[in-house]
């Protein structure tokens, strides 16, 4: 048996966008589902705390990690089915989710083409089934296959069985850090259906001079709008949208309503009323604010920001401060998407 290519006292600076500089007990990069094996049968490990690790970019880290962080770090792409109308494409868990994308626009695969600079790994993709642009990986999934880390079992997990609903699956809450996600098997289309009536798709495509749009330019205009709105972690850390947009019963959206005639919403498919949480932050005087080094971005009030050598427990008080401000002002409590540690 190989040796477990364990270290300890590891920074997680380099593994986290808000860029914080927390440690992690014990560290493990895993390439293999073999090596994951191996260390859920070896007693010194198997009965650790254990914490998931991939791209690190939807987790907010407030302390150091005790136990073993596992970075799933596996690649690889295969073809594993091919019909007239699709592809299946069966993708290791550690590979970096946008090149993906880049990777079907390139080949002509439709259907992930709206999920284009979306930061972070494959493997994670599933766990809050990840969206934009009004399309979700729910859309293109067909199953994957994750290894328990309980008892060291792999098992395959249907689209049901992995319960997605809007920014959620079975992983984010019941089944997390209990089982290490290895690879994913998604559906991609031969014969697009292209989604380019959602926010700034549309009339970007029409700045762009592109009237008949492939799946080429509807990648690059989501490229452009993303760069100018959100803030690059390379540049000012961050984690993306720190809140859900808040879905509520239309009575409660009519009683909003009736104070703040401006309000933007959207009807869902389950008769809910969806309110952008960045409005309701924005009215509540939060938008570009800072404190010290960290703040909330000027451009999108969702994003929660790391100038610098803010905290974790700094940005964590902040997202409470605007869940209690905005709770007071609208009767609304605003639910956090970022992982917190
Ligand atoms: P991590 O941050 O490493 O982990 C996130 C969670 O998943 C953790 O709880 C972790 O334990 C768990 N996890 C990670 N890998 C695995 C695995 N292999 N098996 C089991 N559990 C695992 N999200 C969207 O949905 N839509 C967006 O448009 C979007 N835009 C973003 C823009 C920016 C600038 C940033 C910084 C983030 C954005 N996000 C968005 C959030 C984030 O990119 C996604 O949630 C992404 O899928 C996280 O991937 P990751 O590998 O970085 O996960
Ligand atoms: P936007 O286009 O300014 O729209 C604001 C909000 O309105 C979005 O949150 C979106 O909800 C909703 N919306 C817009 N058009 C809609 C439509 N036609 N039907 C239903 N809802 C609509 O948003 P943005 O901030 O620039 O983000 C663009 C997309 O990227 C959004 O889908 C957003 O979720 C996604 N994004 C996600 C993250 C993240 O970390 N999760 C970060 C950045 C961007 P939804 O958010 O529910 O789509």
């Known amino acids: 048996m190989n040796t477990l290519p364990i270290t300890q006292n590891v920074s997680l600076l380099p593994y986290n966008t808000f860029g914080m500089d927390v440690h992690a007990e014990n560290f493990i990069a895993i ?41 799933i770090n596996n690649r690889g792409i295969e073809q594993v089915a091919e019909d007239a109308q699709h592809i299946w494409l069966k993708i290791a868990a550690g590979e970096n989710w946008h090149q993906f994308v880049l990777h079907c626009v390139t080949q002509e695969y439709a259907g992930i083409e709206n999920l284009s600079l979306i930061p972070g790994t494959v493997g994670a993709a599933p766990m809050q089934n990840i969206g934009a642009y009004g399309v979700e990986i729910k859309d293109v999934f067909i199953e994957l296959e994750a290894i328990s880390l309980t008892d060291g079992s ?19 809450q019941q089944y997390k850090n209990q089982y290490a996600i290895m690879n994913v098997t998604l559906r991609l ?13 549309q009339t970007t495509l029409e700045l762009m001079g592109i009237d008949k749009p492939n799946i080429q330019a509807i990648s690059d205009a ?8 959100l803030p690059d972690p390379k540049v000012i850390g961050n984690a993306g949208s720190f809140f859900k947009n808040p879905e509520i019963h239309p009575d409660k959206f009519n009683t909003i309503q009736n104070t703040h005639p401006d309000i933007p919403f959207y009807k869902t498919q389950n008769n809910l009323v969806k309110i952008p949480a960045a409005w309701l932050i924005e009215q509540c005087g939060f938008k ?23 905290e974790g427990a700094q940005i964590k008080a902040l997202s409470e401060q605007i869940q209690k401000t905005v709770a007071d002002k609208f009767g609304l409590m605003l639910e956090r998407e970022v992982n917190i540690f």
């Open 154 to 172: 792999l098992r395959t997990f249907s689209h049901k069985e992995c319960e997605f609903a809007y920014r959620h699956s079975i992983f984010k």
């Open 222 to 229: 989501v490229i452009k709008i993303r760069q100018e709105k």
């Open 288 to 310: 570009g604010k800072r404190v010290g080094d960290i703040g909330v971005h000027d451009r999108q009030a969702l994003v929660l920001v790391n100038h610098g050598s803010g």
């Open 31 to 71: 390439k293999e589902a073999a090596t994951l094996s191996q260390l859920m049968s070896d007693p010194q490990w198997q009965h650790m705390s254990k914490f998931i690790l991939g791209g690190g970019s939807n987790i907010l880290f407030t302390k150091d990690v005790p136990g073993l962080v596992i970075h």
């Open 189 to 201: 289309n031969k014969h697009p259906h292209f989604h380019i009536d959602y926010g700034a798709i």
